[in-house]
């Protein structure tokens, strides 16, 4: 798996997961669970939807 996804994305997704867990641990809804999924494709730098649609935000040396 090749990395498409560039700093300030996985920084995104990250904040973006740490959110959506925090809202399920509030309302105490198992939903919050979802958010593990933006952390899990910002830690491996790789997203299966960015693949389908070509989409890269990686930063290209050169």
């Given at each position: ?5 560039g ?56």
């Amino acid at each position: 798996m090749k990395c498409n996804m560039g700093r300030t994305d996985r920084t995104i997704r990250v904040f973006m997961g740490l959110v959506i867990i925090a809202v399920g641990v509030y309302m105490k809804s198992w939903w919050g669970a979802i958010g593990l999924l933006p952390i899990f494709t910002a830690a491996i730098g790789w997203c299966g939807l960015y693949k389908v649609f070509r989409i890269s935000t990686c930063e290209t040396k050169g």
